[in-house]
């Protein structure tokens, strides 16, 4: 009796210790959250407060937020594989994905038919993409969806005498507003949102893009092992639903499909290096 209990008790023991040592870990250590802070005030650190509590209490983690002022700086962060989340727009999404082996979690929340134009003065003669030729233009950040790469991709063949970088879409829209630029691209709601902020300029859509672009993600670091990644995963699922509505995601949402997108970024990203030298020519 007494060897027949010992060996249940045995097998007892070992089949719980297996249990135990399948369940993913606590992550142990610092997770750094991405995020592009276009205005760059303090109010998303209230924003991400709650979630980040809740985030470093179910994992064991220290949680830390880092917030870029905009694409450009994001684009670096990723290159350095320093963040362990990042809650990216479109543009960057497909980057982080492509290039930097980052695994898409969730969708952000956001306009379901958000599409790239081309925007210009009311006075502005010009009807059609193909007269930008000779022009100069204001573009959006590196890793920007409707203010980089899909503008770039439609001016594909065309010759320009300038792009202006804008660092946010408003400044892209003052560009125009002020002569400097002959058209600039942002994203409709962009317009919607900044076009009547600035003074008495009227503007025109000069053209849209057909394609719309799919919801940004929140994405999970190649630094990650995947017991861990399973393990947030499943803890950003369980999120109360106020608090992933806070930072912007969507807990039982399905992962958009970002196959053109990144067709797009691999396109822009053969003629990049053609954006230094003057005129550009975009072939």
């Given at each position: 009796m007494?060897?027949?209990?010992?060996?249940?008790?045995?097998?007892f023991h070992?089949?719980?210790?297996?249990?135990?040592?399948?369940?993913?870990?606590?992550?142990?250590?610092?997770?750094?959250?991405?995020?592009?802070?276009?205005?760059?005030?303090?109010?998303?650190?209230?924003?991400?407060?709650?979630?980040?509590?809740?985030l470093?209490e179910?994992?064991?983690?220290?949680?830390?937020?880092?917030?870029?002022?905009?694409e450009?700086r994001?684009?670096?962060?990723?290159?350095?594989?320093?963040?362990?989340?990042?809650?990216?727009?479109?543009?960057?999404?497909?980057?982080?994905i492509?290039?930097h082996?980052y695994?898409?979690l969730?969708?952000?929340?956001?306009?379901?038919?958000?599409?790239?134009i081309?925007v210009?003065?009311k006075?502005?003669?010009?009807?059609?993409?193909k007269?930008?030729?000779?022009q100069?233009i204001?573009?959006?950040?590196?890793g920007?969806?409707t203010?980089?790469?899909?503008?770039?991709?439609?001016?594909?063949?065309?010759?320009?005498?300038?792009?202006?970088?804008?660092?946010t879409?408003?400044?892209?829209?003052?560009?125009?507003?002020?002569?400097?630029?002959?058209a600039?691209?942002?994203?409709?709601?962009?317009?919607?949102?900044?076009?009547?902020?600035?003074?008495?300029?009227?503007?025109?859509?000069?053209?849209?893009?057909p394609?719309?672009v799919?919801?940004?993600?929140?994405?999970i670091?190649?630094?990650?092992?995947?017991?861990?990644?399973?393990?947030?995963?499943?803890?950003?699922?369980d999120?109360?639903?106020?608090?992933?509505?806070?930072?912007g995601?969507?807990?039982?949402?399905?992962?958009?499909?970002?196959?053109?997108?990144?067709s797009?970024?691999?396109?822009v990203?053969?003629i990049?290096?053609?954006?230094?030298?003057?005129?550009i020519?975009?072939?």
């Amino acid at each position: 009796m007494y060897l027949r209990f010992s060996r249940r008790l045995f097998l007892f023991h070992l089949l719980g210790f297996t249990f135990v040592a399948c369940q993913p870990k606590p992550f142990e250590g610092t997770i750094t959250i991405g995020v592009i802070n276009y205005g760059g005030g303090e109010q998303i650190i209230n924003q991400y407060a709650k979630f980040n509590s809740y985030l470093g209490e179910k994992t064991n983690a220290y949680i830390q937020l880092e917030p870029v002022f905009n694409e450009n700086r994001a684009v670096e962060r990723l290159e350095a594989r320093a963040w362990s989340l990042v809650f990216a727009p479109p543009g960057l999404a497909a980057i982080a994905i492509a290039r930097h082996q980052y695994v898409p979690l969730f969708p952000l929340i956001g306009i379901s038919n958000l599409r790239s134009i081309f925007v210009v003065r009311k006075d502005n003669p010009i009807t059609e993409l193909k007269q930008l030729q000779g022009q100069i233009i204001a573009l959006g950040q590196l890793g920007s969806a409707t203010g980089y790469y899909l503008p770039l991709y439609n001016l594909y063949g065309i010759t320009l005498a300038d792009i202006l970088f804008a660092p946010t879409p408003k400044a892209a829209l003052e560009l125009v507003a002020q002569g400097k630029a002959a058209a600039c691209a942002v994203s409709e709601a962009e317009l919607s949102l900044y076009g009547s902020q600035l003074g008495q300029t009227e503007f025109r859509i000069l053209f849209k893009d057909p394609h719309y672009v799919p919801l940004g993600m929140v994405l999970i670091g190649p630094n990650i092992e995947l017991n861990r990644q399973e393990f947030i995963r499943k803890v950003m699922s369980d999120v109360p639903s106020g608090l992933a509505e806070e930072v912007g995601y969507v807990p039982n949402g399905q992962v958009p499909n970002y196959k053109y997108m990144i067709s797009v970024v691999d396109r822009v990203s053969s003629i990049s290096s053609k954006l230094q030298t003057k005129p550009i020519r975009l072939f």
